[in-house]
């Protein structure tokens, strides 16, 4: 290519189209054909008729159902409220009965409801559907925490781009100092949406706040470490992270047993659920499950810690031996000055924000 000028900008053109086809394979492929994977479900009944009737509903559904049966309904309330089943079917020759829990997942109630009302209609009875954890009145479908996620998300990793493209002079030390305080006024705007603003949370607003640090720290640590080595593709990677694979993989949406295997296991450790499910554990569920989902947050920020303390002593030892060994190159041939090229690292940042 012979315009200089023109490789240039079709080289700055890669980031907006590589983000073009990240977000559709991540966003199409997690959330345009939401169909059972092994939901997990159970059947009430402890009578041979129940297990024969579970082992039906399970060899008509094949992969799409996973079927246990439970001897009471309180047993299967308890699974409900562990997240263990996304519904518990009560057979009954004159009420059915569907028990379900939205607040874990809306969409998931909604898939045992289309699984199980044509059972009961098959025996000319109407189903009875019970919700033995409903979302707050003020997130009626309870994908409010999602939207939260993205909120906190992208205060976070856009804070990123601009520690990186401003603060690139300063001291990794005070880089990281930064970093941890922008989380805290993150996390702070987040437990203020989720409080008072939108009322998502009507308690435990410290401990949305805490959920909120320790995932906003945990990005920012690992963005500040990675634009040491990746410098103008570092808001890319983190968008790829932090949104493609993070917000399709969260199960605010649809939980893992509505998607593919691929977002399925990427929900088991990634920081997006850990936040989300941290947060039903902790406005829904009574605490169940929060210590792993908690886990799950401080190992990303302790690796973002790793990864910067790497960034640190690689600005330390490894840029001056390099600059040190680097030919000077001569006036006439010299590469664009630093500002400019600081510039479009800025600007790159920019569009990819």
Not at 187 to 193: N, Y
Not at 272 to 283: K, N, P
Request: aromatic letters at 8%; one cysteine or more.
């Amino acid at each position: 290519m012979r315009s200089p000028a023109l490789r240039h900008v079709l080289m700055h053109l890669i980031t907006p189209l590589l983000m073009c086809l990240g977000m559709g394979l991540a966003y199409m492929g997690a959330f345009v054909t939401p169909e059972p994977h092994h939901l997990p479900v159970a059947v009430v009944g402890s009578a041979p008729k129940a297990k024969v009737f579970a082992q039906t509903v399970k060899d008509t559904a094949g992969d799409r159902l996973d079927v246990r049966t439970v001897a009471t309904r309180a047993d299967a309330v308890g699974l409900l409220r562990s997240r263990e089943v996304t519904g518990a079917y009560v057979p009954s020759t004159r009420a059915p009965e569907l028990l379900v829990a939205s607040a874990a997942s809306d969409m998931g109630a909604t898939a045992v409801e289309k699984v199980f009302t044509p059972v009961a209609a098959a025996e000319g009875l109407p189903l009875t559907v019970t919700d033995v954890a409903e979302p707050v009145a003020d997130d009626p479908t309870g994908q409010g925490l999602f939207f939260l996620l993205i909120a906190v998300s992208i205060g976070s990793y856009a804070s990123v781009a601009a520690l990186g493209a401003a603060g690139a002079g300063l001291a990794m030390r005070v880089r990281a100092l930064l970093a941890v305080g922008v989380a805290a006024v993150v996390s702070g705007i987040g437990a203020v949406l989720a409080g008072p603003v939108f009322h998502l949370a009507h308690h435990d607003l410290a401990g949305v706040w805490g959920m909120a640090w320790l995932y906003s720290a945990g990005i920012l640590v690992v963005g500040v470490g990675l634009h040491t080595f990746l410098k103008r593709w570092t808001t890319l990677t983190m968008m790829v992270l932090f949104v493609m694979l993070n917000f399709t993989s969260s199960g605010g949406l649809f939980r893992p047993e509505l998607q593919n295997g691929f977002f399925g296991t990427l929900h088991a450790f990634w920081n997006g659920a850990g936040f989300v499910e941290g947060l039903r554990s902790l406005l829904y569920f009574d605490g169940d499950g929060l210590a792993r989902h908690v886990w799950t947050l401080a190992v990303w920020l302790l690796a973002g810690a790793v990864l910067t303390a790497a960034a640190a002593l690689y600005e330390r030892t490894g840029r001056p031996h390099r600059a040190a060994a680097r030919p000077r190159p001569e006036p006439e041939r010299d590469a664009r000055p630093a500002a400019t090229e600081e510039a479009e690292e800025e600007l790159e940042e920019t569009v990819a924000v």
